[in-house]
């Protein structure tokens, strides 16, 4: 007599043989992973992983942890589909349509109560980056203003919690295009100190505008009449690019700036810099369209 135990037992067996390889050559795959691959392609680590911000590790966390989450959601459904494809086929001799079946309460429950799942799990992660985000420092240890203008950028340092009375400033123009896009050596830099609270108000002269350093993860729109503010702390020296990440007239990709992390006595040698320069006190002028630029010049269209 057929003894449907004993075909179950080697099917069994022969599952655990081939979920084994699959199993060691996952292992071999993530631990071959570079930094970059472990943070989802995205900037703002080196080699070591060192992030860029205070705030760096979370963003890139939400971000991979999100797409893992989707993959296997994914993974799931194809499965569930190439299932269904294969064991529901029309078998040869058949004819007509298949059996109909009414409803699976099973099957029912199962994709109303995940999806669900997903979406207040999405959410409450996601809420729970974007507080740590936007909550401002109180005290920061430096004080700057950031405004955005066509095209380029004004950045003034109110001076530190030790000392705010001393403001200086730098005003800067678009960038200059070259043939093969534009030279950044001209546009306007952000100076910053190294694991020091840093919080930037950001104001617009004009239009919206959007402040975004690019290896810093994160993004803040600048409206009229309405300001915004960011506190982070970078953590890493460098130069990191930065743009006006919203589109914002005619020369939009024009609006270029650099971000230099530096350390304190750099920080300070660039402040004593733009008071021997006469850049002190608050900035004044910020009518619209005050932007010195060759951007636009014949030849540069």
């Known amino acids: 007599m057929h003894d449907p135990e004993r075909c179950t037992v080697p099917s069994k067996r022969r599952l655990r043989w081939a979920a084994l390889p699959l199993g060691i050559a996952s292992v071999a795959l993530l631990s071959g992973c570079t930094t970059t691959q472990l943070h989802g392609f995205l900037p703002g680590f080196v080699d070591d992983g060192t992030p860029a911000t205070n705030h760096t590790d979370m963003v890139a966390g939400l971000w991979v942890n999100s797409w893992i989450v989707l993959l296997a959601v994914g993974v799931i459904t194809w499965g569930l589909m190439l299932w269904a494809v294969i064991a529901y086929r029309r078998r040869k001799g058949q004819s007509g349509l298949p059996v109909q079946l009414r409803y699976n309460m099973p099957v029912e429950i199962f994709y109303t109560i995940v999806p669900l799942i997903l979406v207040v799990g999405f ?5 729970r980056d974007q507080n740590t985000l936007e909550t401002q420092y109180d005290d920061p240890d430096v004080s700057i203003t950031a405004y955005g203008k066509q095209w380029a950028w004004d950045f003034q340092y109110n001076g530190t919690k030790e000392d705010n009375s001393d403001a200086v400033y730098s005003m800067g123009v678009q960038a200059t295009a070259t043939a093969d896009g534009y030279d950044l050596e001209d546009v306007p830099t952000l100076y910053l100190p190294v694991n020091k609270k840093v919080k930037i108000d950001l104001r617009s002269r004009d239009v919206i505008h959007s402040f975004w350093i690019i290896d810093f993860l994160y993004k803040k729109d600048m409206y009229i009449g309405r300001d915004n503010e960011w506190s982070f ?8 690019e930065g743009k006006c990440a919203e589109l914002c007239g005619e020369y939009h990709s024009a609006m270029l700036f650099n971000v230099k992390v530096v350390s304190d006595a750099e920080y300070e040698d660039y402040l004593q810099s733009l008071r021997s320069a006469g850049d002190v006190g608050d900035i004044s002028d910020l009518s619209r369209l005050q932007n ?3 951007a636009g010049a014949e030849g540069n269209k």
């Not at 702390?233 to 990191?240: F, K, L, N, S």
Request: proline fraction near 6%.
């Open 292 to 294: 010195l630029t060759t």
């Open 123 to 127: 959410f409450a992660f996601t809420a």
């Open 233 to 240: 702390t970078p953590t890493r020296e460098g130069t990191y």
